[in-house]
C-alpha cells in the first residue's frame, strides 16, 4: 500500500538514506528535525508498506510556496513517486492559500525538469551558479496555483 504523509521525526533516518543518495551536500537528520517543526514549511514522505521511498520539502513565504528537495530512492525511480509527491504538496499548497510554487533545478538534469515541466512548471529564469559540487547554474520553474473559491 503507497500513502503519503507528513514527515515526523521517525521518517529521518529513512529520508537521510534517500538524501545521501541523492544529493551532493546532503542536509543533515538536524535540518530535517528543525524543518518538520517549522510552521512555514511543509515535509512530506512517500511510503510503500511503511517503507519511505521518497520525500518532498516546501517552504511558505507569503503566498509562495517553493520546493526546496525532492527525491525517490534509487530503486523505487521511475514508479511516479516524484509526480505523487508533487501533486500532494501542490494540493496541500493550494489548500494552504498559496498562489504560485517554485523550484530550482540543475540545467543537466533532464529527467527532473521534464518531469517538474509535465507537471506544469514553466521555465522563468536561471542562477548562474547556483549549485555546488559541481557547480552549476539552475532553472527557475514556476507554477501558479489555481485555489478552490
Known amino acids: 500500500m ?19 543518495e541523492a544529493f551532493s551536500l546532503p542536509w543533515s537528520r538536524q535540518s530535517f528535525l528543525d524543518a518538520i517543526q517549522n510552521e512555514n514549511a511543509v515535509y512530506l ?10 520525500y518532498l520539502g516546501m517552504w511558505y513565504g507569503g503566498t509562495d510556496a517553493e520546493i526546496t528537495n525532492v527525491a525517490v530512492l534509487s530503486d523505487d525511480r521511475g514508479r511516479g513517486f516524484g509526480k505523487m ?9 493550494r ?4 498562489e504560485k510554487m517554485f523550484l530550482e533545478v540543475r540545467v ?6 521534464n518531469m ?34
Open 2 to 20: 503507497i500513502n503519503i504523509s507528513d514527515m515526523c521525526a521517525p521518517d529521518t533516518e529513512e529520508v537521510l538514506v534517500i538524501e545521501n
Open 85 to 93: 509527491l508533487l501533486a500532494a504538496a501542490y494540493d496541500r499548497a
Open 116 to 149: 517538474y515541466e509535465k507537471f506544469g512548471f514553466e521555465h522563468i529564469g536561471i542562477r548562474k551558479n547556483f549549485y555546488e559540487k559541481p557547480v552549476e547554474d539552475g532553472y527557475v520553474l514556476r507554477r501558479m496555483i489555481k485555489n478552490q473559491e
Open 45 to 54: 514522505v512517500i511510503k510503500e508498506d511503511e517503507r519511505v521511498c521518497g
Open 95 to 98: 489548500t494552504d492559500g498559496m
Open 108 to 113: 543537466s538534469n533532464d529527467i527532473a525538469r
